[in-house]
């Protein structure tokens, strides 16, 4: 998976708690991107970065924040899961932009009960 | 209406087959094609990207696009059971990644 990490890996939480996930890559690439992956609606960005503590919002950031102090880490915070939030995340890191491929890491699978 | 329509599937196969994969698309400014494979429980990676229309051919793997009828392709020749995998295509404009819209996904199963 191109030298990047997600943690945890599965997770299990209540509606209401806060949960952060982290994205660790050995890369040194400056793009950072978090998607969330359902079914019926594939793969959808929900907050990327562009170097650090710069980032942006996805498709569907709403509920979401993100946070990048170092080149390597990228955090996605849910200050207040919800059962809507149940799914997969990726965290995907590319050279550029306009590059035509993202590395992805191995996914978190996150449940809101 | 969704940007990218795929079919998910699921769709088997004998080894040995030609396997098409097929997306449709409803914005014409989407410049760069790309297809990921996605074995269960991993990251997706990605196998081919193409810029524009026109073909392009990797091994047993061709990409197709077709701009006037805002229709791509995947081709899988001589099919194999580690290409059983779920197919994505993605798309995107000028503008850059955080534009990068995906298909669903279409389950393949090779079976031997």
């Known amino acids: 998976d191109a030298g990047i990490t997600q943690s945890p890996r599965h997770k299990v939480t209540e509606t209401g708690t806060p949960v952060t996930l982290r994205c660790h890559q050995t890369?040194?690439?400056?793009?950072m991107y978090w998607y969330r992956q359902d079914p019926g609606h594939g793969l959808r960005l929900i907050h990327y970065s562009y170097g650090v503590k710069d980032t942006d919002k996805g498709e569907v950031s709403d509920g979401y924040s993100v946070s990048r102090s170092k080149t390597e880490d990228f955090l996605l915070t849910l200050e207040s899961a919800t059962s809507s939030q149940t799914s997969v995340y990726f965290c995907?890191?590319?050279?550029?932009?306009?590059?035509?491929?993202?590395?992805f890491g191995p996914g978190t699978r996150l449940t809101v009960l | 209406q969704k940007e990218v329509e795929q079919d998910p599937g699921p769709l088997s196969v004998p080894e040995g087959a030609i396997v098409s994969l097929n997306c449709t698309y409803s914005n014409s400014a989407f410049q760069y094609f790309m297809w990921y494979r996605q074995y269960s429980r991993k990251g997706p990676e990605l196998l081919m990207y193409t810029y524009s229309s026109g073909n392009k051919e990797d091994g047993r793997f061709t990409a197709q696009v077709d701009k006037s009828s805002k229709y791509i392709s995947l081709f899988i020749r001589d099919s194999q059971p580690s290409d059983s995998a779920t197919y994505l295509c993605a798309m995107r404009d000028q503008t850059g990644a955080n534009n990068l819209f995906f298909g669903t996904g279409t389950r393949l199963t090779v079976i031997p």
């Open positions: 890369e040194n690439h400056r793009y």
């Open positions: 995907a890191i590319s050279e550029s932009p306009t590059y035509n491929e993202q590395f």
